[in-house]
DNA sequence: GTGAAAGCGCTAACAC
DNA sequence: GTGTTAGCGCTTTCAC
């Protein structure tokens, strides 16, 4: 008899429906074997008279494995890692994928269970946008069961694409020491993962010791993901008021605030103070805020993320985790300045 | 004896370990009826020692339902979606849901792939955010499978969550009428779902209207989603040399490539031009571009969203469609102000 | 309280 | 070419 109503039809309804097998109707779905032509077409009619959609998920049951990635991001509010979600999406998506995603708000413990969940799910491979975790605990959980790449924040284990933050601070330093300023005060933005940060500050100091200044490092407190209220005007007030001409900030957003800041401030940017950023997210590039940043080749690193993680998942690569470093380029807009000259 | 290696342990891999059938284990896991305390145990300690994960797809096909939501959004580039993303990740995931993510790009036909491959993965439940779809295409398609929720896009079919379009497009207005302005613009950005511009439009419209004013609708063209080049420079030149003194954009984004215009063609933003935005995504509370713009409640609408879908996913909810209104607020900055008296 | 057995919707040999 | 069959890893009656 008919199927029961109220269900979604099955391969087996198409298959009664067309006079068939299930394998034939199954085979037809896949595009598979050589079927007569007259037979597919009664499959393919049955098939669209039901409304017949195969179900992925007992496919992948029996295949024993998914065909999406988990994607886990750090904080989707932040424009670099929202835009780093939709390229690696896209090319996801060129390539057959789908994606999972997990906003973690940067708290460890989200990330684990994200993970565990996903992992769950069977996910063919698992993609981090910058999330700084413990990443002791999280390679225990993950194990080596799935492909696993990490975008923009170096790992000691699974894949790594991502940009060469120690050129990258180096230039960006370079670019403030050819404008004359002497005292360069880094600025650590803490949704900046560890291990990007550490590059990024080695990359600080090298340039610094080679102009003979002395590297300053001066932490941003951060007490939710979002931008800051006035109260962090005191610091900030007390980094400038040492002398200190430039900053330079791990990341954009940072950068934007301390621009905020020195506006409330009365500080003028760049003829006091020269302010640089790293990402190059998209609000970097406005007029109204133009910031001298670091730009990070978002869908390259995309790409080469999926890519690597597609050829996991199909098992063209295998063996030891492979770590790929992109070039950045320094973009330079009107947030720096030649040093003013000492009155 | 003993599983096969390198495949990931089953429930049977865990019952044979703890010496008991798979059903105990089934239990256990579940943390279901009641299970002696020393099996309960047992089963465990299997569990830790090999490492066992359940396989949501496998519960998933007998349970016939997932806990996946698909999420299709037009634009994660775009802070507004990619706030609204993050929320509806949120809220989905403090109920137990997964989200699954499609970027489409403002593109009708990888709206509809989208749809359709996620229908093939069963997800308990749609979530359309901000998409310009054919929405009878759409509905053909999704049909009354699977619940579907419209996010900030009034739909004809579909539960509805949206910020009131009409009414805060009027306060909008009526925010620029008091000010002094008689020559108001409605600037319609494409990426604005078309309902939803009607709305906003109508609202503009009213307000004009009472105040005996003449409506002028201008049409922004875009040719990707990225910000404008320069080229558009002489359509907003045009706008302004015929006496225009204020523009009430239908997205920030708009508002704020409006500014960045101004800025170059050195109209001064308010003095000689005031400017009103929709959506107030957190850029336009930046100092350097402080828009005046109408809040929708981001944490609400997706609240409100996911919570209807669990609902109907849970068969709490059943019936027709359900349409549901939050208020808007008018955030007043510095990019408006009262119009200058004609020397 | 625990186990046996029958599927969930599909793929993938393997016969015919 | 097409049909038969045996699972994929789990939940869920229903006996014991």
């Not at 050589?34 to 998920?57: F, H, I, K, S, W």
């Not at 896209?90 to 994200?114: H, I, K, P, W």
Request: charged share 25%; glycine share 8%.
């Amino acid at each position: 008899m008919g199927r029961q109503i109220g269900r979604a039809p099955t391969i087996l309804d198409v298959a009664s429906e067309a006079g068939v097998s299930k394998s034939t109707v199954s085979n037809v779905i896949r595009g598979s074997t050589a079927v007569a032509e007259a037979t597919r077409d009664r499959v393919l009619r049955a098939v669209d008279q039901l409304g017949y959609r195969p179900n992925v998920l007992a496919r992948n049951l029996v295949q024993r494995q998914t065909s999406v990635f988990g994607v886990v991001v750090g904080d989707l509010g932040n424009p670099f890692y929202a835009e780093m979600a939709k390229h690696v999406e896209r090319e996801a998506a060129q390539r057959g994928f789908r994606a999972m995603f997990c906003n973690t708000q940067g708290d460890d413990d989200m990330v684990l269970s994200s993970v565990e969940s996903m992992l769950e799910h069977r996910v063919a491979g698992l993609v981090f946008l910058a999330t700084s975790g413990d990443h002791v605990q999280l390679r225990d959980s993950v194990g080596d069961r799935v492909p696993t790449v990490f975008v923009s924040c170096p790992s000691d284990w699974g894949d790594v694409v991502c940009a060469d933050d120690r050129a990258g601070a180096e230039i960006a330093t370079q670019h403030l020491v050819e404008l004359g300023h002497k005292r360069i005060v880094y600025l650590a933005d803490p949704i900046v993962e560890d291990a990007a940060d550490r590059n990024r500050q080695s990359g600080y100091r090298e340039a610094m010791e080679r102009a003979r200044l002395t590297p300053v490092v001066v932490h941003w407190e951060r007490t939710s993901g979002d931008l800051l209220p006035a109260s962090i005007d005191g610091k900030v007030a007390q980094i400038l008021s040492d002398g200190t001409t430039a900053v330079f900030s791990s990341n954009d957003l940072g950068a934007i605030e301390l621009l905020e800041c020195a506006d409330r401030l009365g500080v003028h940017v760049p003829e006091d103070l020269s302010v640089v950023g790293f990402d190059d997210v998209v609000m970097a590039g406005l007029a109204r805020i133009s910031l001298t940043t670091v730009r990070q080749p978002k869908p390259e690193l995309a790409r080469l993320a999926v890519e690597m993680l597609a050829a996991r998942a199909g098992g063209d690569v295998t063996g030891r985790p492979i770590r790929r470093t992109v070039g950045v380029e320094l973009v330079v807009r009107r947030s720096t300045s030649a040093v003013r000259t000492a009155v």
